[in-house]
């Protein structure tokens, strides 16, 4: 802080030694009151102007110069010292005008007083230059501030740079985030090959349009399409050309869609298709439209290739009380269109469709199916040769299977094991009818080629290649658990389990059962010489289980074991 300070030091004083004498005089003297005058300039203004170092030189105080210096150095060390002379400005106002050019404070303080004479020759001692020095310093304070802003401005601008440039940089990050995490979303949401939806996403979709379906209370119905002999495009021209195939399916899918009806791909060559607000017959008309454009498509580059498909139609709720019962029912209708010649379009409440259902278990897949005929064939086969093996295959079937899942075998196991059971005596069909269908006791020659069915069975077996699981089982069903069986003379659980079930149940379901030379015997009787034979002939395991399983389904047995 720079501080002016004038004081008309001579005046004052005059005033005092004029006044002083006339009025006060003899009490204060006029050096008294210089003295008085000099403190208050020294020690009380300093005190109420902060940052200002004062000195005063009046006419009379001008050799106070020194110690005022040195008071003012101690009590402001930042203040300017400016002396100002009046009647005795001689060597003494000079030096001190001197004294303050070199003096490393930086406050200005001036003290005029007297008459212009005075004040020109202040200026001519070196005023005027203290005052320049006090300017000049000033000025390259202020330059030195400005520089340092200027500076702190090139620093700030560097780093508004810098931050425009991560702020670019971040911006650039944020956008191939955002572009990678659209594409994942994309991902997560398309079929990478064909740009339809994936199986998740469609069967999503689905299930809302079923919701909305139920709310609006309006049809909504589903195309299951299946591109015809894909697999015969694939062995016959390769993967490549199939997945370009695939490709232009869906585009021809997508564009023979209305706005609001979706596509997705549910799996190899198949395609679901969603049409809300529409019921079957507007669906048979688009699904009809769908199956010409197809065959009209000349696929790949060359358009040399040509397809047709398959598509079933369903509608819901009136296929199906859930999104998944009206997709099944869309997929039968679409099986059923294949079976019955392909490139053809099928509603699942078309009679053909109906009729095929009625004959299938719809818990079943369709290679259950398949396998399910196969094993009613053989075993029409066998009843052909041996009425009475034919249903005690059906009764051996459903009580293994009920041990199984007693056993603690899970329900595709234990599927198996019943099929096991059902066909467990079909290489009698290998029997030849003089020893199978022999009424009196067979000879030790006759039963040696009897006692070869459970190998003849094993051999039919392994011809169907989804039954090799259980050809193990056929074969060793006539074991024992303590070794004395047949053909392979296997003991205890080196015997197959299904095996066992069965040699257990097959035993328990002959002493049941009428024979021509005796009648049948009561469960009771039945399960107690099972129990007998538990640990010898049978696997104790699987005799408590049979135990377990009788007592269940006939509660009288209950005293009795
Ligand atoms: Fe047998």
């Not at 003295?35 to 208050?40: A, P, S």
């Not at 009046?58 to 110069?65: C, E, K, M, V």
């Not at 065959?295 to 040399?304: A, I, K, L």
Request: aromatic fraction near 8%; glycine fraction near 6%; charge should be negative.
């Amino acid at each position: 802080m720079q501080v002016i300070y004038l004081v008309q030091t001579f005046s004052m004083f005059k005033w005092f030694d004029e006044v002083g004498k006339q009025k006060l005089y003899p009490f204060v003297t006029s050096h008294a009151w210089k003295i008085i005058y000099v403190l208050i300039g020294l020690f009380f203004i300093p005190y109420f102007i902060p940052h200002a170092s004062i000195i005063e030189l009046g006419s009379y105080a001008a050799l106070s110069a020194v110690p005022v210096s040195v008071a003012a150095l101690l009590k402001h060390r930042r203040g300017s010292i400016i002396a100002s002379a009046v009647l005795m400005a001689g060597l003494a106002v000079f030096n001190a005008f001197q004294f303050g050019l070199s003096w490393p404070q930086d406050l200005l303080v001036s003290w005029f007083s007297g008459g212009l004479g005075i004040f020109i020759y202040g200026f001519a001692v070196g005023q005027f230059s203290l005052m320049r020095k006090e300017l000049a310093k000033s000025h390259k304070e202020t330059e030195a501030a400005h520089n340092e802003l200027l500076m702190q401005h090139h620093a700030l601008m560097n780093a508004y740079e810098e931050v425009k440039t991560i702020e670019e940089e971040m911006r650039e990050v944020s956008e191939a985030a955002l572009e990678a995490n659209e594409q994942l979303t994309e991902m997560a949401l398309k079929d990478p090959l064909t740009g339809v939806y994936n199986h998740r996403t469609i069967y999503d979709i689905l299930q809302q349009n079923c919701i909305d379906s139920t709310y609006f209370q309006r049809p909504c119905a589903v195309l299951f399409f299946d591109l015809d002999h894909f697999k015969a495009l694939n062995d016959g021209y390769g993967h490549t050309v199939g997945d370009q195939v695939l490709k232009e399916l869906a585009e021809l899918l997508r564009e023979n869609l209305r706005m609001g009806d979706n596509v997705g791909r549910w799996g190899g060559e198949e395609f679901i298709i969603i049409l809300p607000e529409t019921d079957s017959e507007a669906a048979l008309v688009i699904a009809e439209r769908i199956r010409e454009k197809v065959v009209q498509h000349p696929f790949t580059e060359t358009g040399s290739i040509c397809m047709t498909c398959s598509i079933g139609v369903a509608e819901y709720p009136l296929n199906g009380e859930t999104a998944a019962d009206v997709l099944n029912a869309a997929d039968q209708a679409m099986y059923v269109a294949k079976k019955t010649g392909r490139n053809k379009v099928l509603s699942s409440l078309d009679p053909e469709v109906t009729l095929y259902t009625m004959h299938t278990d719809k818990t079943e897949s369709r290679d259950e199916t398949l396998l399910q005929g196969v094993i009613i064939a053989l075993n029409a086969l066998l009843a052909l040769r041996d009425t009475d093996t034919g249903s005690h295959t059906s009764r051996v079937s459903e009580l293994v299977y009920k041990i199984a899942i007693a056993m603690g075998l899970n329900e595709s196991e234990s599927r198996m094991a019943a099929v096991a059971g059902q066909l467990h005596d079909i290489g009698k069909i290998g029997v030849p009818d003089a020893i199978l269908l022999k009424p009196g006791k067979l000879t030790e020659a006759e039963w040696t080629i009897m006692k070869l069915h459970p190998q003849y069975g094993e051999k039919i077996i392994r011809t169907i290649p989804t039954l090799n699981t259980i050809a193990g089982a056929v074969r060793s069903h006539h074991e024992r658990w303590d070794g004395d069986g047949y053909p392979d003379k296997l003991s205890d659980e080196t015997i197959p389990l299904v095996a066992r079930i069965i040699a257990v149940v097959d035993s328990y379901d002959a002493m049941i059962s009428d024979r021509p030379y005796r009648k049948a015997q009561t469960s009771e009787f039945a399960l107690k010489e099972i129990m007998n034979c538990a640990g010898s002939q049978f696997d104790p395991k699987v005799v408590e289980a049979l135990r377990s399983v009788l007592r269940t389904e006939i509660p009288q047995l209950e005293e009795a074991a």
